[in-house]
């Protein structure tokens, strides 16, 4: 269980809750310069199923599950452009900061939050968790 003093240091930690979890179509894992795995994590939110893709708001009734990892400010870059916030931005996804629970320690994160026009008429995810309804 990590804590703030032995979690892994660095620019920030960020929460994914989808395609860039582990094995999923854009697996941080596989990013540069590599994060560091921090542990499971979890937040208060809405999972919605956009297709080959999900998207969290914040402050829903469940609860949604995702992984965090320990990242540098160049990979904080290349998630902005896979969230299309980079070089020419849209308004999909809004980049926050959250306090998220990391195996019981509160640790504050990076989240990629979708903007709720996008997700009207989108079917919720069961249980909030992308990986377990793929």
């Given at each position: 269980m990590p804590d703030e003093s032995s979690a892994p240091q660095a620019s920030r930690w960020v929460f994914v809750y989808g395609t860039l979890r582990k094995g999923g179509s854009n697996d941080i894992t596989r990013l540069q310069p590599a994060p560091q795995f921090v542990g499971r994590g979890r937040i208060a939110g809405t999972l919605?199923?956009?297709g080959a893709y999900p998207g969290v708001t914040l402050g829903g009734p469940q609860w949604v599950q995702g992984e965090v990892y320990a990242i540098e400010a160049a990979l904080e870059a290349v998630l902005d452009e896979i969230e299309s916030l980079g070089e020419n931005p849209t308004d999909e996804y809004i980049k926050r900061e959250l306090d998220v629970?990391?195996?019981?320690?509160?640790?504050?994160?990076?989240?990629?939050?979708?903007?709720?026009?996008?997700?009207?008429?989108?079917?919720?995810?069961?249980?909030?968790?992308?990986v377990k309804f793929l």
């Amino acid at each position: 269980m990590p804590d703030e003093s032995s979690a892994p240091q660095a620019s920030r930690w960020v929460f994914v809750y989808g395609t860039l979890r582990k094995g999923g179509s854009n697996d941080i894992t596989r990013l540069q310069p590599a994060p560091q795995f921090v542990g499971r994590g979890r937040i208060a939110g809405t999972l919605y199923h956009l297709g080959a893709y999900p998207g969290v708001t914040l402050g829903g009734p469940q609860w949604v599950q995702g992984e965090v990892y320990a990242i540098e400010a160049a990979l904080e870059a290349v998630l902005d452009e896979i969230e299309s916030l980079g070089e020419n931005p849209t308004d999909e996804y809004i980049k926050r900061e959250l306090d998220v629970d990391v195996e019981g320690t509160v640790l504050p994160c990076l989240v990629y939050e979708i903007n709720p026009r996008y997700v009207l008429d989108a079917p919720r995810v069961p249980e909030g968790d992308w990986v377990k309804f793929l």
